[in-house]
């Protein structure tokens, strides 16, 4: 496929999917998924066509492998539509399931079940647009919705000039559509107290399942999947652990978010029964994060944790506190951060990460107003340095990325969609926070549903979120990952109109 026809096909899928995200015609909405998701779907084709060969030259085969799959969204797809509520439940329990494959010739990890997911339901809402069936969508919140659309719109635009477009075509027709359109099928659901409490089941018991495997990895000292972290493993101090992740900051990154958003229902939790269960599992799920050993995921599970307090006691003390709590949190990443003997410089503490940070902002100030293009980081980061390495050179600081991939214009459409996804989460929010003055009686015991249920849920949601997003920073991966369009998705919809 050409690097032209790769570009079109990215400005083109990014449109029709912000078109789905922005209709409130349901038949529009139906008609930009479904596009949206063709067309990524033959962008990735046409970047691992080769890798095709072996199966394409048995055409019976081929033919056969093609129909089975759209057996299987057509199955997926009637499934739900005759079970409406089973969507949603699907997709939170596919976001973490990564099957490693080979693309245009280096290995990737890829959220096939995820994808799947995500297909059946374009299908079987399309299906009920086209027939008038079905239960009638919820709204998509626009200000946040369109933040998003013109991220990922200018994201396609500037692959045009990026140093790498495969690798900019492969972000779009593997993350950004998909999970946009993900976003489409999570916002307009009609979240009730009983489907947050599926969700947040669903969610915790895979969260146990990781961690209970992690904690054996650590015990038995044995890892699966990544023979560099096996290595990595065996001149460190310590045993890091992945479970059924490749990356341990992607399994550490997940078990935190799954215990801030379990501590926010602990902590309007008065049942003791209840109280005792969920600190069961949540003493588990930080056994699991703890031997993950990422920084950042531990970083991440305080800055949740810091937004409960705030949320739930006292905005004012948990401010007061916060600043001794940073500098307890960086003397102990100092003091216990290097790997060896010999790791006690910030570059060595950080994994490597501040000469990656360095190097991308001096991509930056080169070309300030535009960037590099996108998804050239790891290219022009060599270019610049001068690095021989096949190894993958990627910030692990999204804002710096978007700096020197995307320039100012970047930067400030990924700070508009920060400030569209705060303003829609915390819409209302003083109404049922105490922290914020509201009264304790605001929410009432989570045993007891209805809106009590809605107000936890919204508050575990921003804790969430802006866990994430601090662990972006320190180790990015923000629209490219599925928990942030996720966490907006429900958000957004249990957020009041404006």
Same mark, same amino acid.
């Given at each position: 496929m050409s690097e032209a026809l790769q570009v079109v096909g990215c400005v083109a899928a990014t449109a029709a999917v912000s078109a789905a995200m922005l209709s409130g015609d349901r038949r529009l909405r139906a008609a930009g998924l479904v596009a949206a998701l063709a067309i990524a779907?033959?962008?990735?084709?046409?970047?691992?066509?080769?890798?095709?060969?072996?199966?394409?030259?048995?055409?019976?085969?081929?033919?056969?492998?093609?129909?089975?799959?759209a057996a299987l969204l057509g199955g997926?797809?009637?499934?739900?539509?005759?079970?409406?509520?089973?969507?949603?439940?699907?997709?939170?329990?596919?976001?973490?399931?990564?099957?490693?494959?080979?693309?245009?010739?280096?290995?990737?990890?890829?959220?096939?079940?995820?994808?799947?997911?995500i297909g059946g339901g374009a299908l079987a809402f399309a299906a009920d647009a086209v027939r008038g069936k079905g239960p009638e969508p919820g709204r998509i919140p626009r200000l946040l919705a369109g933040a998003l659309a013109a991220a990922i719109v200018l994201y396609?635009?500037?692959?045009?000039?990026?140093?790498?477009?495969?690798?900019?075509?492969?972000?779009?027709?593997f993350f950004l559509v998909p999970f946009a359109a993900m976003f489409v099928l999570l916002a307009q659901v009609?979240?009730?107290?009983?489907?947050?409490?599926?969700?947040?089941?669903?969610?915790?018991?895979?969260?146990?399942?990781?961690?209970?495997?992690?904690?054996?990895?650590?015990?038995v000292g044995e890892i699966f999947w990544n023979p560099v972290l096996e290595r990595s493993n065996d001149f460190h101090f310590y045993f890091r652990v992945n479970s059924l992740f490749w990356d341990p900051n992607i399994?550490?990154?997940?078990?935190?978010?799954?215990?801030?958003?379990?501590? +926010?229902? $602990? /902590?309007?939790?008065?049942?003791?029964?209840?109280?005792?269960? !969920?600190? =069961?599992? %949540?003493? *588990? @799920?930080? +056994?699991? $994060? /703890?031997?993950?050993?990422?920084?950042?995921?531990?970083?991440? !599970?305080? =800055?949740? %944790?810091? *937004? @409960?307090? +705030?949320?739930?006691?006292?905005?004012?003390?948990?401010?007061?506190?916060?600043p001794?709590?940073?500098?307890?949190?960086?003397?102990?990443?100092?003091?216990?951060?290097?790997?060896?003997?010999?790791?006690?410089?910030?570059?060595?503490?950080?994994?490597?990460r501040s000469t990656l940070i360095e190097g991308g902002i001096d991509l930056a100030r080169a070309e300030p107003l535009i960037g590099h293009g996108s998804a050239s980081f790891p290219e022009a980061f060599r270019?610049?340095?001068?690095?021989?390495?096949?190894?993958?050179?990627?910030?692990?600081?999204?804002?710096?990325?978007?700096?020197?991939?995307?320039g100012a214009v970047g930067l400030v459409v990924y700070l508009g969609v920060l400030a569209a996804a705060f303003v829609t989460l915390l819409a209302g929010v003083r109404r049922i926070a105490p922290g914020l003055g509201a009264p304790a009686s605001a929410v009432a015991n989570p045993a007891e549903g209805g809106s009590s249920a809605t107000a936890i849920a919204r508050i575990a949601v921003i804790a969430a979120f802006a866990a994430l997003l601090v662990h972006t920073i320190g180790y990015a991966g923000y629209l490219t990952d599925p928990l942030t369009w996720a966490l907006l998705a429900i958000g957004g919809a249990l957020a009041p109109p404006r």
């Amino acid at each position: 496929m050409s690097e032209a026809l790769q570009v079109v096909g990215c400005v083109a899928a990014t449109a029709a999917v912000s078109a789905a995200m922005l209709s409130g015609d349901r038949r529009l909405r139906a008609a930009g998924l479904v596009a949206a998701l063709a067309i990524a779907a033959a962008l990735v084709i046409g970047e691992g066509w080769d890798e095709l060969e072996p199966l394409r030259d048995r055409t019976a085969l081929f033919v056969a492998a093609i129909l089975a799959g759209a057996a299987l969204l057509g199955g997926l797809a009637t499934a739900l539509r005759r079970w409406p509520w089973l969507l949603p439940l699907l997709l939170v329990a596919a976001l973490p399931f990564r099957i490693p494959i080979d693309v245009d010739g280096s290995d990737a990890n890829l959220l096939l079940p995820l994808y799947v997911v995500i297909g059946g339901g374009a299908l079987a809402f399309a299906a009920d647009a086209v027939r008038g069936k079905g239960p009638e969508p919820g709204r998509i919140p626009r200000l946040l919705a369109g933040a998003l659309a013109a991220a990922i719109v200018l994201y396609a635009v500037q692959a045009s000039y990026s140093e790498d477009i495969g690798f900019a075509t492969r972000n779009v027709g593997f993350f950004l559509v998909p999970f946009a359109a993900m976003f489409v099928l999570l916002a307009q659901v009609r979240w009730s107290p009983r489907l947050l409490a599926g969700s947040l089941g669903v969610l915790a018991g895979e969260s146990l399942v990781f961690a209970l495997v992690g904690i054996g990895q650590h015990v038995v000292g044995e890892i699966f999947w990544n023979p560099v972290l096996e290595r990595s493993n065996d001149f460190h101090f310590y045993f890091r652990v992945n479970s059924l992740f490749w990356d341990p900051n992607i399994y550490g990154r997940y078990l935190a978010l799954a215990a801030v958003l379990l501590a +926010a229902l $602990l /902590a309007w939790t008065r049942d003791p029964r209840r109280i005792a269960v !969920l600190a =069961a599992v %949540l003493a *588990v @799920i930080f +056994a699991g $994060l /703890a031997v993950s050993f990422s920084q950042t995921s531990l970083v991440t !599970l305080l =800055a949740g %944790l810091t *937004v @409960i307090c +705030a949320l739930r006691w006292s905005l004012r003390w948990t401010a007061i506190a916060l600043p001794f709590a940073i500098v307890a949190v960086l003397a102990a990443i100092l003091v216990l951060g290097g790997t060896s003997a010999a790791e006690d410089e910030a570059d060595e503490v950080s994994s490597g990460r501040s000469t990656l940070i360095e190097g991308g902002i001096d991509l930056a100030r080169a070309e300030p107003l535009i960037g590099h293009g996108s998804a050239s980081f790891p290219e022009a980061f060599r270019e610049q340095e001068d690095v021989r390495s096949n190894r993958p050179a990627i910030s692990h600081t999204e804002p710096v990325a978007v700096a020197a991939e995307q320039g100012a214009v970047g930067l400030v459409v990924y700070l508009g969609v920060l400030a569209a996804a705060f303003v829609t989460l915390l819409a209302g929010v003083r109404r049922i926070a105490p922290g914020l003055g509201a009264p304790a009686s605001a929410v009432a015991n989570p045993a007891e549903g209805g809106s009590s249920a809605t107000a936890i849920a919204r508050i575990a949601v921003i804790a969430a979120f802006a866990a994430l997003l601090v662990h972006t920073i320190g180790y990015a991966g923000y629209l490219t990952d599925p928990l942030t369009w996720a966490l907006l998705a429900i958000g957004g919809a249990l957020a009041p109109p404006r």
